[in-house]
């Protein structure tokens, strides 16, 4: 009998086992880790959207929840939650959220240490659903913000630049209602 080849075989399994859980980093599970949030809105600039955000738990489950109206009066169209992050391994190829909503398309902005101004960043859209669902969202389809000044900003971040991440409800007139209960890098 061959024992080498089902040594071989589970000795693949357990290094790809490690590796592939090795890869994951929890940024905020709303209970051993956590991040602080920071809630605003176009308030901060003349805009009249209004936030309201608090943590809530529903059947076991602690989440953070995020409603308000957005309006893009007064120059305005944002509601958000943000928190400073620090990532140190380039591995990563995205986020991932877990989420519920209305429905809407929403957003993850990232903030690097080249968008100095506040309305620079890279964006992300993911749509919501009734049921919490895991979204995974590579960093390849971040976006650089347009408008003054964005051209110095490269096309792409460098991962280990992020400084902070927001879940963005923005760019229209609508009813924000958005969960979150859970943020990873993968």
Do not use: C
Request: without cysteine; charged residues 25%; aromatic residues 14%.
């Amino acid at each position: 009998m061959n024992v080498i080849k089902p040594f071989k075989a589970l000795l693949g399994l357990i290094i790809l086992s490690i590796s592939s859980s090795g890869m994951a980093q929890t940024i905020d599970n709303l209970d051993n880790q956590r991040v602080e949030w920071i809630p605003f809105s176009d308030q901060v600039m003349g805009g009249i959207s209004e936030v309201n955000f608090l943590e809530k738990e529903e059947d076991g489950l602690s989440f953070y929840h995020m409603e308000g109206n957005v309006s893009t009066e007064n120059n305005g169209g944002f509601i958000q939650f943000r928190a400073e992050i620090e990532i140190e391994d380039k591995g990563y190829k995205g986020l991932k959220i877990k989420t519920r909503g209305n429905g809407e398309e929403y957003y993850l902005f990232i903030r690097t240490t080249k968008t100095r101004l506040p309305w620079l960043y890279y964006g992300s859209p993911f749509n919501t659903s009734k049921e919490w669902q895991w979204i995974e969202i590579p960093f390849s389809s971040f976006k650089k913000s347009e408008g003054r000044f964005s051209r110095f900003l490269p096309k792409e971040f460098d991962i280990e630049s992020i400084k902070s991440i927001g879940i963005v409800a923005y760019g229209k007139d609508f009813y924000a209602d958005i969960d979150v209960a859970g943020l990873e890098l993968y």
